[in-house]
């Protein structure tokens, strides 16, 4: 699924935290507040993002429920999109999900059979765009 990834922080920028001390040239600790408490403070530069004091970027963390192992589940909100991918021997059908805590502009392109296995109350009313 999209937000399966293994590592810290992983499914995508969170908010801005300050830097508190360079490690080296690749590597950084960050003020984290006591919610992250579990989190390794040290980050590699590419995990970083710069941040241009923008606050709709910022995503709450109080809004989302990070469980023991450092990860969340993304919900979906609704399909934006629908498309059929002709590949050489089958033809796929996909749906782009538009994701709780994410903007319209990071909606994903998603199989349209597992969202409908796994999220059948997305298609119930019937309106998925062509």
Same mark, same amino acid.
């Given at each position: 699924?999209?937000?399966?990834? %293994?590592?810290? &922080? =992983?499914?995508?920028?969170?908010r801005?935290?300050?830097?508190s001390?360079?490690?080296n040239?690749? *590597?950084y %600790?960050l $003020? &984290?507040? @006591?919610? !992250?408490a579990?989190? /390794?403070?040290?980050f /590699?530069i =590419?995990?970083?993002?710069?941040?241009?004091?923008?606050?709709l970027?910022?995503?709450?963390?109080?809004?989302?429920?990070?469980?023991?192992?450092l990860s969340?589940e993304?919900?979906p909100? @609704?399909?934006?999109?629908? @498309?059929?991918?002709k !590949?050489?021997?089958?033809?796929?059908?996909?749906?782009?999900? !538009?994701?709780?805590? @994410?903007?319209?502009?990071? *909606?994903?392109?998603?199989d349209? $059979?597992?969202?409908?296995?796994r999220?059948? /109350?997305?298609? $119930? =009313?019937? $309106?998925?765009?062509?």
């Amino acid at each position: 699924m999209r937000f399966g990834k %293994k590592g810290k &922080l =992983s499914p995508t920028y969170i908010r801005p935290y300050r830097i508190s001390k360079r490690i080296n040239n690749v *590597a950084y %600790k960050l $003020e &984290l507040p @006591q919610v !992250l408490a579990t989190v /390794h403070p040290v980050f /590699h530069i =590419s995990m970083l993002k710069k941040c241009m004091g923008d606050p709709l970027l910022i995503i709450p963390t109080k809004n989302i429920e990070i469980k023991d192992n450092l990860s969340y589940e993304e919900i979906p909100v @609704q399909i934006l999109d629908r @498309q059929v991918r002709k !590949l050489r021997t089958k033809e796929v059908t996909l749906v782009k999900v !538009l994701w709780r805590n @994410q903007f319209v502009e990071e *909606a994903t392109w998603e199989d349209e $059979e597992y969202m409908k296995k796994r999220y059948s /109350h997305l298609f $119930e =009313s019937g $309106e998925v765009p062509n």
